[in-house]
């Protein structure tokens, strides 16, 4: 016979608790990868952050270069000044290739001799030594660096983008002058010689060269 009494529903309530914990975990599985995915897409979102942020340096430092002649950057002029001094300088020419730039490139002259604000024009020559057209673009600085804020350059090749058939040769020039400020500036002054050297790099790998000057290590650019 049953005693009613005595009816233990202990097992039911025992039973709801572990159906309640097996939910509970099935629930935390399910976000699990919500989670991951979340954690995901905030990284993705970061690392694409971080590479917007280094391309957008580029223009900047850039900008800033030509602002103050950093790193020997030249300048940038619509005209030569409206004075020539009788000191001269000497401009002596360098030229080189970046890694998967199958161009010859040099200089037509290696070195000239100009008056400080007189505008002169030199010459420098690209041969294309693959079966491939290439494209490429021109890198540029001068030593001593502190002659960049006072080497002004008119028309360069180095403006734009320069394509070559297979084969094919050009003459590439470049119009500039120095600015006759050079000879009131205390660490410019006494400058006697400067060269002028020009990179050039495929278009595809001009970008991430950039990137690596406008995005300085911990030693600087």
Not at 3 to 21: A, N, V
Not at 157 to 171: I, M, N, Y
């Amino acid at each position: 016979m049953w005693r009613t009494g005595h009816i233990r529903p202990t097992g039911i309530i025992e039973m709801s608790d572990k159906t309640s914990k097996s939910v509970t975990a099935r629930k935390g599985c399910m976000k699990t990868p919500r989670r991951h995915l979340a954690v995901a897409l905030s990284m993705a979102g970061l690392a694409c952050a971080m590479v917007g942020l280094s391309y957008a340096a580029v223009p900047l430092y850039q900008i800033f270069c030509q602002l103050t002649g950093y790193g020997g950057t030249t300048q940038r002029a619509e005209q030569a000044p409206d004075r020539v001094l009788d000191r001269k300088i000497t401009v002596r020419f360098d030229a080189n290739v970046g890694r998967g730039m199958g161009w010859k490139f040099k200089p037509v002259q290696l070195s000239m001799e100009l008056k400080i604000g007189a505008t002169a024009l030199a010459f420098y020559e690209a041969k294309n030594l693959t079966k491939k057209k290439l494209t490429g673009t021109a890198t540029f600085n001068v030593t001593p660096e502190a002659a960049g804020s006072y080497f002004n350059k008119i028309e360069c090749f180095c403006f734009t983008e320069q394509t070559l058939q297979p084969g094919a040769r050009a003459d590439m020039p470049v119009s500039f002058f120095i600015d006759p400020e050079i000879v009131n500036d205390p660490q410019a002054r006494n400058i006697q010689e400067i060269t002028l050297s020009y990179t050039f790099f495929p278009v595809k790998h001009a970008a991430a060269v950039a990137v690596r000057k406008a995005v300085p290590g911990p030693d600087g650019p």
